[in-house]
């Protein structure tokens, strides 16, 4: 082989080696443009979770602090509620020591409250007929 050859040779070797590095070169420029396309759909990700991540933070703490005003609410209620079957029970009381009961004893039995017992229903109308029983006709106590 003569030296020419032998040029060509190294020369065609070359540019077979230089047309793998450019196809290397290229599909690595194509997956740096993939990777950064994704980089950009992810970082779209990473916003839009955190907004939705703070619209759920917010609304848990705007029903956690509805949760506290409804237990500050049904606190209240049943303290009222108890103090209203305390008086309550306190004026039938009242009411029988004064003779506004009927003898027997009974109607007074039936009319009597139980302080903490939400669901005495004759509970109003017991109230309702002792403030009827304690009054005439004109509407005037007794």
Do not use: C, H, W
């Not at 070359?14 to 196809?23: A, F, H, P, V």
């Not at 004026?91 to 109607?107: K, P, R, T």
Request: proline letters at 2%; zero cysteines; a neutral charge.
């Amino acid at each position: 082989m003569n030296s020419a050859d032998k040029l060509q040779a190294q020369t065609n070797e070359l540019n077979k080696t230089l047309d793998k590095l450019k196809k290397k070169s290229q599909k690595l420029f194509r997956q740096l443009l993939a990777d950064e396309v994704l980089k950009e759909k992810l970082a779209k990700d990473v916003v839009r979770v955190s907004e939705r991540l703070q619209k759920v933070n917010r609304r848990i703490e705007a029903r956690i602090k509805a949760k506290k005003e409804y237990a500050k609410t049904i606190q209240e209620t049943e303290s009222a509620y108890t103090r209203i079957m305390e008086n309550s029970n306190m004026m039938m009381d009242l009411l029988a020591a004064q003779g506004g009961g009927d003898d027997s004893g009974e109607e007074e039995e039936k009319t009597k409250l139980a302080p903490n017992d939400p669901y005495a229903d004759d509970g109003v109308n017991a109230q309702v007929q002792s403030e009827v029983r304690a009054q005439d006709e004109n509407g005037k106590p007794i």
